[in-house]
């Protein structure tokens, strides 16, 4: 019996389904059940004799005919059918069968009981009554999954089916529950659409957290944070705080990762609930008192290196003045600290000195542009002003502004203490240069809110900066309206977020001005200053202003309250609305649109009525104002309702104003998946409508912000040589945001870029708008002097409130330029800051595996490149070239010769001054690599030791053989040091190195754990912009401001006297 | 030899005596009894399981369903003739190289093409027809079947109605029957189409009716559209193609209205 006999067809089987006798149709059941995977396209036109034998209440196999009919179904595609039947089929339906149908109907069961869940979850009152052999089944399956060890897999079922019984099962079950929470949060995060329950998942890890033996006091306190829970924040950081050294540290830490999402609501709270600390004297003015109670605990290396000892050992008598025991005199330190870091403080601080040391903004650019912009165009003047604000944020370097800006001597004000005070008000209004003279009016306003970008975060020294403009009280007519309302705009933006101390100052002024001008600063200033907090006594200040119906005032009114209550989901909105409704002025319209659009902020579902009623409205700008809602409802949710109802208004609404927010709103929606915007909004970046294009574009640069992904700018690439100027604008703004911090070593395309955006420039005959987009555009591309980035997203995946509010805001200067700045607010530091136990940044190395070129600052414009763009092709005859080219080589060769020999007796290694290669200057770059990298090894005592000369030696041997090696493959960085976004995967740290992390993240603020405590620390970063003696007040000086133009300031030096400037008028 | 097996063959001795006897009642339980036996055999089709026994097993159960076929044509049962032919069909499809061919292999295949042409299923006629070798169009039972599908596509029904003396079989005579039936509604079908009306005597022959009783029976049975009056058969083709005059405005004008919306849409 050579031939295996096999069936070709299943009519057999299904004509004795016919037969009379129940045996047979049992038989031919059952073998058709083993051979339907084979013949289920004959076997589908008996389904109704197989479904009539499942209905038959006499036949005793039912289940068995449920079985081959769902099979059949599930051939034919038709999985609902497949499943109802598969459930009636009950236990034959077996769950651990191996089989693709068993697969696909197991997770059609899953989503099937998902959404059965979830629509039980919505309905309030009627019950949906669940299958209860659907639930059988899922259970059946959730439980085999924790059984087999697939902990991952059954917890993501139990989330998405909304079993949290199912859920704490399974952690509690698996056997590394640590990783098993961080994975739910993770899944709660990108998977839980619903933010009602996302809340309980997360209160349910909280729950299984608090019950293990060593919880992981990070991830708890993130969650705590999520879900709106202060006390018990507070109550873990007072539980640490008492703890050993090491969990002081972790708190600081705690209290770092909280910073970072930048809840000014929920941390105030947290700090209102700490004890208050016995030596800190109670002053309204906290953020100062906390600066100079941490100054003076930890004032000198000595009292340091006391408190350390003081902390190990409790009996050891301490030196200080205080006679209270030591434990309480640690623990108020601590605590004293922890409220320094959750005031934002001490992270603000910390970023400004490293912004200001690590600046590497390139003035020649800023130069070129000044030089390129036409006189009379107020639009690129402002613009480049801008952009000048944009580079320089944050660093508090305002060389280009001193050295070009109208109201130049305001600005060295606060760099000479004496001369601060020597200035009197009689000097304001000198025009100095005929360039400067330019920023009039909104110009003015503008001009000066620039400075309040530069000196984000200067918390100490803000309000004496800004002095100059301020408006004085009882000397009216002083300053023009315009710089002084610029200035509280200012002052909101260096108070962004922790306005604590200035909110006072700001509401006093809005009620003593009745200029809509500087009533518009204020009210942004005031929004900005106290963004999120909700409080009601601002609130109705600002309101009385927009009842006032000035345009410009309400304007900002309008979103000043927005930001006053930014996700609170008030029922301050209605009111808003309405009189939204009541007035004539679009201007009013449009600000209070945007207000309400930013109430309702990351409440998802909640605000889909408001939504609704903005969308529906006859009114096109309180549509508009509904994109936004939706936007910042859903951000970084990518919520497909959302989307979708993006999209539907993108192409259906009659406004181009509408549609073009619709788009927009598309990069706020899914800036948590910069990989997907690309995709959805290609076709759209190809409509026939410009406005639709434009907000293609922002949506890209949005959700796309600083990751340099390769699909956004394929898809911005074209748009930027759009035919329609402000497309073009749009465009490059974007492509900036875009390729933030890449350099062209990473992305060739950032090289032809910078390129493009000089040639848009310095072109004559190009349109204001795109010309405008372009300064801007190089203004993004170097913000921060090259040390920040757009991030929307925190490190723990919690959206980043001011970021996001910021770029929304920002998104608004199609209608109104100021709001460039808001800008300002989504740029973080890349930085690596490692902090020790007194929150000082100690000499530590880390490395960074990857190639240097690849993450490096890009190289700094030269004069040459500028000027070479204008020259004139020069015809250049034959024999000229030759010998040209030949004189070249020569000097060439020459030059190199002199180099080598140079480079070895500096290197002190002899011999490499005798070698006579070819490839000389190859072989000088691994000499000083080398070199460099010897000088690492030996740093602590470094001479040119015999070592490294025998290094050196040893390469130029090899040099003779290999091919040059250009570049090393890794490279060391020392804290604080600049980590961007792309480079975080490749930090490691150095085993064995004094120092150890106490959380592994790769940029951030770090608090270090230190294995020697008892040797001296080698402290970086000790100068700062802002080391002031003196308390706040206005005769307190930015002392670190030396007058030179070089972005590369001696980072140890003290600050040197204020240079000699001649006023000239 | 395996005791199960030899029951089984006893009991197939008792249908044939009583198949012999011509007792149908008795083949009927036999039968049935008989096929609720064979399920118990693993090397049956859909199986195939090679046990010690199979051959013998195989030779059996065609056989026991070779005689429920000619007994379904006994019993004058399309229904049971189809049933059991399916079910034979995998022994003869799929068990070459197991067992030798069965000598009554064509007759009954050329008894199935003959049924299906009956039931006027010529699609699938051809189907079964393809399905079989070259070879066996030669044999007399499968020869008689594609000629008669050839005369009956041809309209040479008198010749479909001649062959009823030259049947290969004696099983055949019995659809031979039916199929004058067949003959008979395809020809009321083209006069249908081919006339407008038809003088009685007229339609009864061409019909092969004897009498207008007949004539007039059938009509009532099987086409009561049919009109007869004045002495003639009214097929009433008029009705069929009254034209449509309604124009669907409403419908049109909402699609005009849909495509002019997505127009806007167009992003």
Known sequence: MAAVATVSSASGLLAMLQEPAPELKLHALASLNSVVHLFWPEISTSVPTIESLYEDEEFDQRQLAALVVSKVFYYLGELNDSLSYALGAGPLFDVSDDSDYAHALLAKALDEYASIKTRVSKATEEEENIDPRLEAIVERMLEKCILDGKYQQAMGMAVECRRLDKLEEAIVRCDNIQGALSYCINLSHQYVNHREYRFEVLRCLVKIYQTLPNPDYLSICQCLMFLGEPETVASILDKLLSGSKDDALLAYQIAFDLVENENQAFLLNVRNRLALPAPVPSNPDTGSALQDDQTASTGTGAETAGDVQMRDDTTTPNGNAHTVDPNEVAHADRLTKIKGILSGETSIQLTLQFLYSHNRSDLLILKTIKQAVEMRNSVCHSATICANAIMHAGTTVDTFLRENLVVIHFYLLPLHRIAALAISLSHYGVVLQEWLSRATNWAKFSATAGLGVIHRGHLQQGRALMAPYLPQSGAVGGGSPYSEGGALYALGLIHANHGEGIKQFLRESLRNTSAEVIQHGACLGLGLAALGTADEEIYEDIKNVLYTDSAVAGEAAGIGMGLLMVGTASEKASEMLAYAHDTQHEKIIRGLSLGIALTVYGREEESDTLIEQMTRDQDPILRYGGMYALALAYRGTANNKAIHQLLHFAVSDVSDDVRRTAVMALGFVLYNEPEQTPRIVSLLSESYNPHVRYGAALAVGISCAGTGLSDAISLLEPLTSDVVDFVRQGALIAMAMVMIQTNESFDSRVGAFRRQLEKIILDKHEDTMSKMGAILASGILDAGGRNVTIKLLSRNKHDKLTAVVGLAVFSQFWYWYPLLYFISLAFSPTAFIGLNSDLKVPKFEFLSHAKPSLFEYPKPTTQQTTTSTVKLPTAILSTYAKAKSRAKKDAESKANQEKTTEEASGSTSGKAAKTQEKDADAMQVINSYLFLHCSHIFKDSWTPSTNCISCCSKVDNTAEKKAPEPEPTFQHLTNPARVIPAQEKFIRFIEGSRYVPVKPAPSGFILLRDLQPTEAEDLALTDAPSTVAGTTSNTAAAAGQQGSGSSAMAVDEEPQPPQPFEYTS | ?267
């Open chain 2, 1 to 267: 030899m395996d005791p199960k097996l030899t029951e089984v063959a006893q009991l197939f001795a008792r249908f044939k005596a009583a198949y012999a006897r011509n007792d149908l009642d008795a083949c009927v339980t036999l039968l049935s009894q008989l096929k609720v036996q064979l399920t118990k055999f693993p090397s049956l089709p859909p199986l195939f399981q090679q046990t010690p026994n199979a051959v013998e097993e195989l030779k059996l159960a065609r056989d026991i369903y070779e005689h429920a076929v000619v007994l379904s044509v006994k019993l004058e049962d399309q229904d049971a003739f189809e049933r059991d032919f399916c079910q034979l069909k995998p022994y003869y499809m799929d068990t070459c190289g197991i067992i030798p061919p069965s000598p009554e292999e064509y007759p009954i295949l050329g008894l199935n093409l003959l049924r299906l042409l009956v039931q006027n299923r010529i699609a699938e006629f051809h189907t079964e027809l393809e399905l079989l070798p070259v070879k066996a169009l030669d044999h007399p039972c499968i020869k008689h079947a594609v000629e008669l599908e050839q005369s009956f596509m041809e309209g040479a029904y008198n010749r479909v109605l001649s062959a009823r003396q030259a049947v290969p079989h004696e099983t055949y005579v019995y659809f031979m029957d039916l199929l004058a039936k067949t003959v008979r509604d395809e020809i009321a079908g083209c006069s249908e189409k081919g006339y407008d009306s038809l003088s009685i005597s007229d339609a009864k022959q061409m019909l092969m009716f004897s009498s207008d009783q007949e004539l007039h029976q059938y009509i009532t049975e099987e086409h009561p559209e049919w009109e007869i009056k004045n002495g003639s058969v009214f097929f009433q083709k008029a009705k069929e193609s009254q034209p449509c005059k309604e124009i669907p405005s409403l419908q049109l004008i909402n699609q005009t209205l849909s495509y002019a919306r997505e127009l806007e849409r167009i992003v």
